[in-house]
């Protein structure tokens, strides 16, 4: 069954340091989106892409964020200069055409630590 | 906007015992709901999705829910708990089931299961 990955699993960096969260989302999809899960509390939506741009984002997603689909079949979430508030658990996701067309399919995640 | 409330943020039952997780909702329009459980360390699962079908949705492992406009709720049920229900389920809401609209989720229920 075709399924959403993520890379790196962990990903440890130091304050200020930018990072690239990947992922891979289910081939045919053409909706992609980014949630992070800070430690102990909800799940909260970031940014939702398609057709090569920003569809709807949320406060969260200031500019120190950014999202790009460089390929065809990668979909990148940059956070330009972390912090420590930025320490959760990433998930991306995806949702296609067809019988699903209103479910999103999540990755496993990656979870983020700030020092 | 849209919004929601999950009641209980552990719910503890034996083995064998009905499982109950309370959701409620807020939503200006006609809702897409869902149920997603994570387990430990790992993503989001689709359990069940309700989209304006049958108010009545059963889903995967047993799990059922029942969309109840009056009451603007969407309770998640299971006959008979297994231990392997153990896991932490998020209710969540989306005001379409198309376009990019992301997901509003709950805060989580953490289900336990007393052998």
């Known amino acids: 069954e075709p399924e959403v990955t993520q890379t790196p699993s962990h990903q440890v960096t130091q304050m200020g340091q930018e990072v690239i969260l990947r992922c891979v989302p289910i081939?045919?999809?053409?909706?992609f989106y980014w949630y992070r899960q800070i430690l102990g509390q909800k799940v909260e939506f970031l940014v939702s892409?398609?057709?090569?741009?920003?569809?709807?984002k949320s406060e969260i997603f200031d500019d120190q964020f950014s999202v790009e689909r460089p390929d065809g079949s990668n979909f990148t979430l940059k956070i330009r200069s972390t912090k420590l508030e930025d320490s959760a658990m990433y998930f991306c996701?995806?949702?296609?055409?067809?019988?699903?067309?209103?479910?999103?399919?999540f990755g496993p995640g990656t979870r983020l630590t700030v020092l | 906007a849209q919004s929601v409330t999950q009641l209980g943020s552990h719910v503890s039952v034996s083995e064998g015992a009905l499982v109950l997780l309370r959701c409620n909702y807020s939503?200006?329009?006609?809702?897409?709901l869902f149920w997603y459980v994570q387990y430990p360390n790992q993503g989001l699962q689709l359990l069940l999705k309700?989209?304006?079908?049958?108010?009545l949705v059963k889903g995967i492992n047993g799990f059922e829910a029942e969309f109840k406009k009056s009451e603007t709720s969407f309770h998640l049920t299971k006959p008979s708990a297994h231990m392997s229900d153990a896991a932490e389920y998020f209710c969540?809401?989306?005001?379409?089931?198309?376009?990019?609209?992301?997901?509003?989720f709950g805060k989580g229920t953490h289900l336990i299961i007393q052998p």
């Open positions: 969540a809401v989306s005001a379409s089931g198309g376009g990019a609209d992301g997901l509003t």
């Open positions: 939503s200006s329009v006609p809702p897409y």
């Open positions: 081939s045919n999809h053409l909706y």
């Open positions: 892409f398609y057709n090569n741009e920003i569809s709807e």
């Open positions: 996701a995806s949702r296609g055409l067809g019988v699903s067309t209103d479910t999103q399919y």
């Open positions: 309700y989209t304006s079908a049958a108010t």
